[in-house]
């Protein structure tokens, strides 16, 4: 789960602004030391001589590869890491139209999704264009995602997420199905240095999907959820060694609770704790009955189950948390930091929609008068 | 829940270190303006003269209530500060014994507990000498808490938390019951800066106890749980205008969760989850089936059911994180920043043992290579 002030407060860097040389080098350095290779100082001579010509450096494959991992093994708020070293790197740095970026987009959705035993794949498109910007920007957030349409009376069918994501592909000429369904997917818009956005849609038969059904209540398979199999995040930049890849998705499989808890659960997402509450009979007058726990619950044992059942890869917070420190202990024998934002890497199943979770705006200097810790006295 | 990194990172001043006559200062306009207080100049001039010859100052009944009221008002981890202003606040600054603490700390128990209907109450005992430390001090944590007793096999009985606490009392001469049990109070051990240590037993008739009880289970009375009422913190130190006062012990009512999910549900203190979970007849041999977190559900539905019978104030994660935001705007109105630890703001009931969660050696400082957030390309 995200704190939403860590995540304020540690910005990170944002287009290739930095020394493009110096992050070079320290790219360079680490990959040559992590992996024992030789040659560093002419390949540092070579870098120094492309960027002082062109203002950036073309990646050799083995880099792209070694970076692309890094940066997962890196990522703070990712609490699957464990895995970093599986990651299978796809080289589309030449593929730069519309057309073609969309037709790998389909070919990673088919590598990701390995047959329901999802396999993390990034596929990295051309860099960034020095001082310029994206050769290339998916506008999705992730590659499958459900439409979010407004109704008359002004409520949300679909994910209330995607509402704004819905708008801008109509503004671009896109429709949506006649019949507006909860679960209709969004079609991908991208954008290109030389093409203005275009809508694709996404080739159905490469979306896989699991319908929700609970082990101990039949009704649960009543209420006709579902959620796709595969988590492909494709608004971050991958950025390596002061290289940008402002379009480079890439996907794990799927820890149980974003969906069960985050995606089904939240009052600003599917709302379907009330629901679910409901179909268990449970006691919604008072909160100190627990029913929006004891729904999340519900929930996501129903998750865990349908994917478990449906054959699709999909981890639950114990066994991943378990994992999670497996890598830390590995990266502490490896003599190398454990990055990590605590509040992401403890996510809960039961963290059904308090209040205050939403709210951000604290100041978070140590105030006068206040009350403090003391050390403890005794041993 | 508390995120250790935040903790580590936000340390408070401890000891009045700093300049004693600037913090003053800021605290006696802040006061003066916000009660819209008459005499500011003449106070302030008071106040130089009284730093100058002593090196510290005696705050006026006023500004001691107002100043501990504040103090909680700004403690960033507490999500109970609705309640700030109805605070009451026992002044015992020429309480300096330790059988006139112990005897204060019984007045405190009582005027807490105010028959179940729990009131904030802090007792406020004589400041710290400047330069050279507490008057006196508590060793416990809280004014009531359970034995840990370590048995033959290197298991703990009762709370393993206070294993170290019952050591300290024995080595102070003090004797466990003769049949150790899982609720043996432990007995409360004072310090002064003219007395060494003692212990004294906490007096039973004042410790309101609620015995734990499900109402859809009847079997989880026999297992014979129970909690005290009241939580008086005692190991924080009141800091206020320059002046610490390391012995002012302060009780609110409980979070439900507090109890059932940290105290019975962690691994390390009663580690009650697998019990429960066998009450239930759940499935434990596999992680997915959340077994943990349905154990949680029930341990926290117990506690709020016990306490509400019992007529025992107590409050749920909802309704305590509605309050907060009310608080929040309210501060938003008064036009004060609100302070702040959303780590801590958002606990949760289920959130019962990640791995993760104790873990704390994480370098936060952004990496490179990285994945970064790109900001939205549309609307
Ligand atoms: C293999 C299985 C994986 C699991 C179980 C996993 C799990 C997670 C989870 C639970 C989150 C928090 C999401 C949220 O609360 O919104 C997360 C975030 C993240 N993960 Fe992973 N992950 C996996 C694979 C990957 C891969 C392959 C990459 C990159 C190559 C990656 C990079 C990230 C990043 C950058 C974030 C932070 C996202 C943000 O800031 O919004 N993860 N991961
Ligand atoms: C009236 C009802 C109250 C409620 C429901 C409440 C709730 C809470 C909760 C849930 C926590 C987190 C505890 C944990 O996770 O260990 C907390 C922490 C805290 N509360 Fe309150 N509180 C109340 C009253 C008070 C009062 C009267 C004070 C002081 C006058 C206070 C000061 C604090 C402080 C300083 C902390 C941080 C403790 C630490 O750093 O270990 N609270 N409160």
Redesign the interface.
């Known amino acids: 789960?995200r704190?939403?002030?860590?995540a304020a407060s540690?910005?990170?860097?944002?287009g290739s602004d930095g020394d493009v040389l110096a992050?070079a080098t320290?790219?360079l350095e680490a990959l040559h030391a992590e992996r024992q290779l030789p040659g560093l100082a002419a390949r540092l001579a070579e870098v120094r001589e492309e960027v002082a010509l062109t203002g950036s450096y073309r990646h050799t494959r083995e880099e792209l590869v070694y970076?692309?991992k890094?940066?997962?093994r890196?990522?703070?708020r990712c609490?699957g890491r464990v895995r970093w070293a599986g990651l299978r790197v796809r080289d589309r740095r030449h593929v730069t139209t519309a057309a073609g970026i969309a037709q790998e987009l389909s070919a990673h959705l088919a590598a990701g999704d390995n047959g329901g035993r999802i396999q993390s794949v990034i596929t990295v498109f051309a860099p960034d264009r020095p001082g310029v910007g994206p050769r290339a920007?998916i506008?999705n957030?992730q590659l499958i995602r459900y439409c979010g349409h407004v109704c008359a009376d002004g409520g949300v069918l679909g994910d209330p997420a995607q509402v704004?994501?819905v708008?801008?592909a109509r503004r671009l000429g896109w429709r949506p199905p006649p019949v507006p369904g909860r679960f209709d997917l969004l079609p991908w818009?991208i954008?290109t240095a030389h093409e203005s956005p275009s809508v694709w849609e996404v080739p159905r038969e490469l979306v896989r999907e699991v319908a929700l059904s609970h082990p101990d209540h039949e009704w649960f398979a009543d209420l006709m959820l579902r959620w796709h199999a595969l988590p492909v995040i494709s608004?971050?930049?991958?950025?390596?060694?002061g290289v940008d890849y402002?379009c480079a998705p890439?996907n794990g499989h799927y820890l149980?609770d974003e969906i069960g808890t985050r995606n089904m659960g939240d009052r600003e997402r599917y709302d379907q704790l009330p629901v679910v509450a409901a179909g268990l009979g449970l006691d919604t007058s008072r909160?100190?009955?627990?029913w929006?726990?004891?729904a999340?619950?519900v929930l996501?044992?129903a998750v865990?189950?349908s994917f478990?059942v449906a054959g699709v890869r999909v981890s639950?917070?114990?066994?991943e948390?378990?994992l999670?420190?497996k890598f830390?202990a590995q990266e502490e024998r490896a003599g190398r930091?454990?990055?990590?934002?605590?509040?992401w890497?403890?996510g809960?199943?039961?963290?059904?929609?308090?209040?205050?979770?939403h709210?951000?705006?604290?100041?978070?200097?140590?105030?006068?008068?206040?009350?403090?810790?003391?050390?403890?006295?005794?041993?």
């Open positions: 789960m704190c939403p002030v860590t540690s910005a990170g860097p944002v992050e320290q790219f970076g692309a890094v940066a997962w890196q990522s703070a609490v920007r506008w957030d704004a994501m708008r801008a818009v954008e608004n971050m930049r991958l950025r390596i060694g402002s890439f149980g909160e100190d009955t627990l929006r726990e004891h999340a619950l996501n044992q865990l189950h478990r639950d917070p114990h066994t948390s378990e999670f420190m830390c930091p454990v990055h990590g934002d605590w509040s890497l403890n809960s199943v039961g963290w059904a929609a308090l209040h205050a979770v709210h951000r705006y604290y100041d978070t200097r140590v105030p006068n008068p206040n009350l403090w810790q003391t050390d403890r006295v005794y041993d």
